[in-house]
């Protein structure tokens, strides 16, 4: 059963606008909210990440918003460009282990 | 960050035979993981990779056929034994570095035929 449930599961979005992807949670023990990023052949790279006792966090073009008491968090990605074409992940954490949602792809149209 | 380095980055392998992943860190580190990204999916935690112990499984993964070494803070490998076409799969070494940051290597492409 995924602990965290992640939406959508692509999404196109023209250079210039927004990507919002969201995910809900359902384990209450997770501490820690990271998203990551993941190019094709590489790794997840960690992006962002929040804590449950902030409601939002932003960094650059990249934003974490939180709602604890709706067990959801979502990342928006302001003026999205053709670089930002990836997956990305979000997971919550308790005791150091991931639980992953499933993973947006997100393109980037020029 | 850690830099996290991973041998092989890839590997085609024969239906029933071994391969050892190697993750070295180039700092120590206390957390280690392993995890797998089947095709097109999400990843999934294999193991703790516990320095000086046994490592800890998650369930659906036995160490029979998934046995892991911790010989040191920098350095982990992790054995994916009897392999089938199942078992083709990214696999992915990560460390906790700092409080809470956790990072990935760049993974172990494995492809069984």
């Known amino acids: 059963q995924q602990q965290v449930k992640q939406s959508p599961q692509s999404l196109i979005v023209q250079k210039g606008g927004i990507s919002i992807i969201n995910c809900a949670y359902e384990?209450?023990?997770?501490?820690?909210f990271p998203w990551y990023q993941q190019f094709p052949g590489k790794g997840p790279a960690l992006l962002i990440a929040?804590?449950?006792?902030?409601s939002e966090k932003k960094e650059g073009r990249f934003t974490i918003s939180f709602n604890k008491s709706a067990k959801q968090f979502s990342l928006h990605i302001m003026d999205s460009q053709p670089g930002d074409s990836a997956t990305y992940f979000c997971?919550?954490?308790?005791?150091?282990?991931?639980?992953f949602g499933a993973g947006t792809t997100v393109t980037v149209r020029a | 960050s850690a830099v996290i380095s991973q041998k092989p980055s890839r590997d085609i392998c024969q239906r029933g035979t071994s391969l050892t992943i190697q993750c070295q860190v180039d700092?120590?580190?206390?957390?280690m993981f392993w995890y797998r990204q089947q095709p097109g999916q999400s990843l999934t935690l294999i193991a703790t990779?516990?320095?000086?112990?046994?490592?800890?499984?998650e369930s659906g993964f036995v160490i029979d056929k998934f046995p892991i070494s911790r010989p040191n803070l920098t350095f982990s490998t992790l054995t994916v034994s009897n392999m089938s076409p199942e078992d083709s799969s990214i696999y992915l070494c990560?460390?906790?570095?700092?409080?809470?940051?956790?990072?990935f290597g760049e993974g172990s492409r494995l492809t069984v035929l």
């Open positions: 990560s460390v906790v570095f700092g409080a809470t940051e956790l990072f």
């Open positions: 929040i804590r449950p006792d902030v």
């Open positions: 384990n209450t023990a997770f501490d820690y």
């Open positions: 700092s120590q580190v206390t957390m």
């Open positions: 990779a516990n320095q000086g112990s046994e490592a800890t499984y």
């Open positions: 997971a919550g954490v308790h005791d150091y282990k991931l639980s």
